[in-house]
């Protein structure tokens, strides 16, 4: 297959806090003062503009960025906020220039970098549609032909004849990226869309991305979701402080993505990527048995305590309604559960001691062999939602082998990613209430 994209030796430069303020009128005093042999009446001005621009500092989005995306190639792109994804995929969008290097594309190209972008609040849907469709490049006769699919994909035809400024955040979104999901580009770019709408369009646009790729278009997908892009994409590349760190199949990126997790520092005291006030911390989780003893790892189907140590920086703060909770995700990002004692009804007091350690109690861990990231959040319900102290993901959670079933056997993670405890029988001369549905899979819940 040919090669549609190349990226060499690509840099974006920014610079912090400096916008070039020059007007017209000094620009004809200069070319004036030039034509008659005078001195630049700006030139003092420059001399002080030079002297506070070195007080700025510079950044490098990208820098030294090489890539080559062949014909047909579904490529996700991955890796943590800021580290460049989108400024690449706007230079190969033509929105912005790079400072150094060059990025050359073969093919029609269509991005969907902002849902929604080109929509004005006092058109009708009808005309945003053809408006929008129009600036992503599709001509009217495309848009006529389509015009009735894109609504039907979008599900606000009621609407449609409703300008958009009455329409809902989740309407617009629908609507936006339903124009752009039926673009006939070579090249298709998408950057996060997965990340607004509810799961059931989610869904449906994942589809839609499937068949897009499916009909042998080169697509360029960013997303945090990394099941999504294991699910769409064939390739991965893996961006960090700008800099392409690995290359490879979709399954190895995301690999080499969720273990650069782990690479923080051991001690949490330590960690930079906590969000919250941090009037208490947590500087340490440990997993231990009922009786208290410290386990290197976890067994399936095992009782367990999460002791997650804090230190309290405002011992004799009142936070009434304190919350905590740990939450733990699968190596491909996947939530598997929550727990908080706000489910529990188990309320701490309002004044905490300087130092000591919240429990955790988790009864028949259902979780296979594998290994999985346990994050936390403390916050206070009550104030607003104020986070304290957060970590998304905090330490590993390693499962080993156990007899969850109490049978010596255990599913693989392939099978799913949690364990279920149940029982089979066999009940002779029983059929199916009449009042019930028939159809194979139907089952009633109450």
Known sequence: MSTVIRVEHVGKRYRLGTINRRM???????????????????????????????????????????????????VGIIGRNGSGKSTLLKILSRITAPTEGRALIRGRVASLLEVGTGFHAELTGRDNVYMNATILGMTKQEIDRKFDEIVDFSGVEKFIDTPVKRY????????????????????????????????????????????????????????????????????????ENGTVKFTGTQTDAISYY???????????????????????????IEY???????????????????????????????????????????????????????????????????????VCRLLKVPLPESTFRLGYEIGSSTTGGVIIDALDSAVELRLEGGDFFGSGQLPSIHNGVALVAGGWSVQPDIAPEATLPTAAGAVALR
């Open 258 to 284: 969720v273990a650069s997790f782990n690479k923080q520092p051991g001690c949490l005291r330590d960690r930079s990527d906590r969000r919250g006030n941090g009037e208490i911390k947590v500087v340490a």
């Open 288 to 358: 231990r048995d009922l009786d208290g003893r410290p386990l290197s790892a976890v067994h399936a189907g095992q009782d367990i305590d999460v002791y997650l140590f804090f230190e309290n920086h405002r011992p004799a703060a009142s936070r009434p309604t304190l919350y905590i909770s740990i939450f733990v995700k699968s190596d491909l990002d996947v939530p598997i559960f929550t727990h908080t004692n706000l489910i529990t009804g188990e309320l701490f007091p309002a004044e905490l001691p300087e130092s000591g350690a919240f």
């Open 168 to 239: 809902s955040s989740g309407m617009m979104v629908r609507l936006a990226f339903a124009v752009a999901a039926h673009l006939e580009p070579e090249i298709l770019i998408i950057d996060e869309v997965l990340a607004v709408g509810d799961s059931a369009f989610q869904q449906k646009c994942l589809g839609r991305m499937n068949t897009v790729a499916r009909e042998g278009r080169t697509i360029l997908f960013v997303s945090h979701q990394a099941a999504a892009v294991e699910n769409l994409c064939q390739r991965g590349v893996v961006l």
């Open 24 to 74: 017209l009128y000094e620009d004809l005093q200069r070319r004036w003062a030039k034509l008659w042999g005078k001195e630049d009446p700006f030139a003092e001005v420059d001399a002080r503009k030079a002297t506070r621009a070195d007080e700025h500092k510079e950044i490098w989005a990208l820098k030294d960025v090489n890539l080559e995306i062949k014909e047909g190639d579904v």
